[in-house]
């Protein structure tokens, strides 16, 4: 990770845990999360929202007000939206996909749940995908979300993530392996 993306990544994982503990404490959890998806689809759908959020040009009162109002239009939660207020005053709402990303974590762990990312060379079945959420269930011990990907490049096989693991069981990554023992046979 770059030194830029590092920053931005602690920047974040500290206004999340704020959040997600004041959230914890009033009991709205499910109103923190109803809430950053709909924050996340519209920082998706709005260039113009992507723009308050990393322009140096509008000002902290600006962006201020401009988040205040688009938090109010939204009805997110409390939290949420006076957390966005004091971000755009520190001048930090760039790290809003960041801050995003951190509390869907926050919130998949309090339910005991973690994602896996799953990169296949050919899209997964639900049959496949739900054997593949069982078998990483049992190995994990928690309940798998599956995030799949397409890359054909991989020839055949999957590269599965779950938390700080890989799995890499593709073709590519085999013949790789093999090309690698070659060259240092001959």
Known sequence: MSE?????????????????????ENK????????????ATALADSEDLRSLIHSPVI??????????????KMDLAPVLTQSLGLMAQKRRLFVLPQLISALRTQLAEQRGEVTADV???????????????STL???????????ATVD???????????????????????LNSLQNAMKEVG
């Not at 009162?61 to 109010?72: L, N």
């Not at 054909?152 to 085999?174: F, N």
């Open 4 to 24: 830029p993306a590092s920053i931005s990544a602690g920047i974040a994982a500290r206004y999340a845990k704020a959040i997600f503990e004041i959230a914890q």
């Open 28 to 39: 709205n959890l499910d109103g923190l999360e109803t809430s950053i998806n709909d924050l």
């Open 59 to 72: 000002s902290r009162s600006a962006q201020e007000k401009a988040i205040s109002a688009v938090a109010k």
């Open 119 to 133: 990169i296949s060379a050919k899209a997964l079945t639900k049959a496949q995908s739900e054997k593949l959420a």
């Open 137 to 147: 269930k049992a190995r994990v011990g928690k309940t798998v979300t599956i995030n």
């Open 152 to 174: 054909e490049s991989l020839i055949g096989g999957l590269v599965v993530k779950v938390g700080s693991k890989m799995i890499d069981t593709s073709i590519r990554s085999r």
